[in-house]
């Protein structure tokens, strides 16, 4: 692709769009991982989160090729993806360091890098798809998506502070996310993708955003129980 010719640009804008779309569900990830560090490591895990997501993406793409060669990438991804949406809501933070929500600068980045990592596989396809094999878009979308997801945290993290009832609403887009991959597991094509078999998918995410929001709740509930008792 001719550099800065009209099929360049209109893949960049493409390229853009992607990043706008899914680096929401980054930008939940980190403001939900960081929620119960202390004010001055919230913005230090939101800047190495994405570093670290970046980083991750980064790799994926080189090796996008590869990774399309994966026979239930995305339905292990979203399985994965629906146990840290669940771990978001169930881990109050309160003596854990090893869950989503831990009061540790480390353990909020393990689960920063791990979920980007699941949901990265969308981005990748996405932007690789678009830029048609050209590595100067994949690098200009790459890079575009640094700041998208560092504002997004940034804002999330505010508005968490201020209404915590988003951590339930970051919980299901992360749990329909999951859900997307899922379905969109090449393996499970013919279960999915079949005629009449609509309702399945409809079903699929019902599920997956009822299970992870009732267990995460209830889980939640469970631990403060525990923690008031002591």
Same mark, same amino acid.
């Given at each position: 692709?001719? @550099? ?10 493409? $390229?853009?769009?992607?990043?706008? &779309? ?26 190495? !989160?994405?570093? !670290?997501? $970046?980083? /991750?993406?980064? /790799?994926?793409?080189? !090796? #996008? &090729? ?6 239930? @990438? ?17 881990? %109050? ?17 393990? %689960?920063?890098? &791990? ?11 996405? #932007? ?9 878009? #994949? ?8 700041? $998208? ?27 329909? %996310? ?12 013919? &279960? ?11 079903? /699929? ?6 299970? #992870? ?13 525990? %923690? @008031?008792?002591?």
């Amino acid at each position: 692709m001719e @550099l800065f010719s009209a099929p360049w640009w209109s893949a960049l804008l493409a $390229i853009i769009l992607i990043d706008l &779309v899914l680096a929401g569900d980054n930008a939940i990830v980190i403001a939900l991982a960081a929620r119960s560090l202390p004010p001055e490591l919230q913005k230090k895990a939101i800047v190495w !989160g994405t570093v !670290g997501a $970046i980083a /991750v993406r980064s /790799v994926m793409t080189l !090796g #996008v &090729v590869w990774l399309l060669q994966i026979p239930g @990438l995305m339905l292990v991804g979203g399985l994965g993806l629906l146990w840290i949406a669940y771990k978001l809501l169930a881990d %109050t933070g309160q003596g854990d360091d090893h869950g989503p929500a831990a009061s540790t600068f480390w353990g909020a980045m393990k %689960t920063i890098i &791990v979920a980007d990592a699941l949901m990265g596989v969308d981005n990748v396809l996405g #932007v690789a798809g678009a830029a048609h094999g050209s590595w100067d878009l #994949v690098i200009i979308g790459l890079l575009v998506s640094v700041p $998208i997801v560092v504002f997004g945290s940034s804002v999330v993290l505010k508005l968490v502070e201020r209404f915590p009832v988003i951590i339930q609403l970051g919980a299901a887009v992360l749990a329909f %996310t999951a859900a997307k991959m899922v379905i969109g597991e090449p393996l499970l094509d013919a &279960v999915f993708d079949a005629p009449g078999n609509a309702w399945l998918q409809w079903s /699929v995410y019902g599920l997956a955003v009822a299970g #992870v929001l009732g267990l995460g709740s209830w889980a939640a509930k469970r631990s403060n129980s525990a %923690t @008031l008792s002591h």
